[in-house]
């Protein structure tokens, strides 16, 4: 089932797609669960947003037992800038499957870990290369998700593509070197509960699956997984 975060005649709200509408939800299901309004609303006509702005925390991975905190003002949707700060000119960008956290978890076995998941979406992770951990990945507009959150997604047997400008960069397939298979989304999620507790809306970053390449102002950035949809992202510097 995916799940969108939209804006529509000035409200924000939350809808089932289904192919080219969305069925309204009465609330956040992350919260609320699926019940529907009984209205309906053609995609066309709407701004999808990023489908969840975590109240708590984004835990970037960056080995199986370390990671740097992104703060949620990171983050943003589909279609909005990536702005590139002046505290830097070495500017990167790599794909992720975002894991996304629906159910409080503390110390949860790997076992138990994906009842705590509410589903999966893109994210585009930008990282300021030059600049310490804590700090490169900090700034505002820098964690863009989207489109959509799929709450029933195979990452077996699905592939992540990354474009620059329309060329290829990165196509990878989830399951190499069991990278993103249930087993290893249970072992993250485990992992984090073990060091704080995760909230609903909380996500997780499992970590670069391919090397990242440099964007430069009036870049657009195009990530894709199959299954889930496309996250697409201008790049600007303010003059």
Request: charged share 20%.
């Amino acid at each position: 089932m995916k799940i969108a975060r939209y804006s529509y005649q000035g409200a924000i709200a939350f809808g089932i797609v289904d192919e080219h509408e969305l069925v309204v939800l009465t609330s956040d299901p992350m919260f609320a669960g699926f019940d529907t309004t009984g209205d309906r609303v053609a995609l066309a006509d709407v701004k999808l947003l990023a489908p969840v702005i975590p109240r708590s925390k984004v835990v970037a991975m960056v080995s199986a037992e370390a990671f740097v905190l992104r703060p949620n003002t990171a983050v943003v949707g589909p279609g909005d800038a990536i702005v590139l700060p002046a505290a830097s000119e070495q500017i990167e960008v790599d794909g992720q499957l975002a894991i996304i956290i629906g159910k409080i978890a503390k110390n949860v076995s790997p076992a138990d870990a994906l009842s705590r998941v509410f589903g999966y979406t893109v994210a585009t992770v930008v990282t300021a290369a030059n600049l310490a951990s804590g700090v490169a990945g900090a700034f505002d507009t820098f964690l863009p998700l989207g489109p959509v959150i799929e709450t029933e997604f195979d990452e077996a047997s699905s592939a992540l593509r990354g474009l620059i400008n329309d060329e290829e960069f990165q196509a990878v397939a989830l399951d190499d070197d069991d990278r993103m298979t249930e087993d290893t989304v249970s072992a993250l999620v485990a992992f984090a509960s073990s060091v704080f507790t995760l909230l609903p809306g909380d996500v997780i970053l499992p970590g670069r699956l391919d090397t990242p390449t440099a964007v430069v102002d009036g870049d657009t950035i195009t990530m894709a997984i199959a299954g889930i949809g496309s996250l697409v992202n201008p790049v600007v510097r303010p003059a």
